[in-house]
Each structure stands twice: as C-alpha cells, then as structure tokens.
C-alpha cells in the first residue's frame, strides 16, 4: 500500500513562508516524478510545480521565482518551499506521485492534502 502524507501548511501572513512536505512509505519513488497541486475552494485542482528522479524542475507560472519543489530520494520525500506568499496562494495543497506531466491524470498517487492558509 502507498502512502504519501503531507505536513507543513498553516496560517501565514502575505509576503511570509511556508515549507511543505511530502513523506512517501510503501515503495521507492526515486525514478518517478513528484509533483505538487492546488486546489482553492469552488475551483479546479491545479498543477503547481513537479520535479523527476535526477531534479529536473517545472513550475507553473503563477509561482515561478517564488516556490521551489526538492527532493530527496533517499528519505522519498518531496519538499516545496514557498516564499513571498499572496492570498490567493490559498488553497490545500496536495502531494502526488506518478509520470512526469502537469496533468493531474499522470499521477497515480495523492495524499490528503493540507492546508495553506495566507492572510493579508
């Protein structure tokens, strides 16, 4: 069984920080791709960032120079470090891992998600 559990949202205010991360248990991810979502309320799941096996990185743009997505395959963990919050950064973030793509489709596994709260 698979399991993939987020940790690291909360309550911040605009212009702040948040890291979040991802902790994979049930099998190696090292040669997949890891990826974050969103999803705000009363709106779609949206892609947000993605990485591969050898650190290849993808952002969307809405969060490029301010968010970085690592990993560390050893820990098969994923990590996104969120910088220069805004409000409409807001929303629960979700972890997933699966084929390499911005579609969420490509992923085969999804935590629970957490909650990124930033107030203004």
């Known amino acids: 069984q698979v399991q993939l559990v987020e940790s690291g949202g909360g309550l911040v205010q605009a212009g702040g920080s948040l890291r979040l991360s991802c902790a994979a248990s049930g099998r190696t991810f090292s040669s997949g791709a890891m990826a974050w979502f969103r999803q705000a309320p009363g709106k779609e799941r949206d892609f947000v960032a993605i990485?591969?096996?050898?650190?290849?990185?993808l952002y969307a743009d809405s969060v490029k120079g301010r968010f970085t997505i690592s990993r560390d395959n050893a820990k098969n963990t994923v990590y996104l470090q969120m910088n220069s919050l805004k409000p409409e950064d807001t929303a629960v973030y979700y972890c997933?891992?699966?084929?390499?793509?911005?579609?969420?489709?490509?992923?085969?596994?999804w935590g629970q998600g957490t909650q990124v709260t930033v107030s203004l």
């Open positions: 997933a891992a699966g084929a390499w793509g911005t579609n969420d489709q490509n992923y085969y596994y």
């Open positions: 990485i591969n096996w050898s650190g290849h990185t």
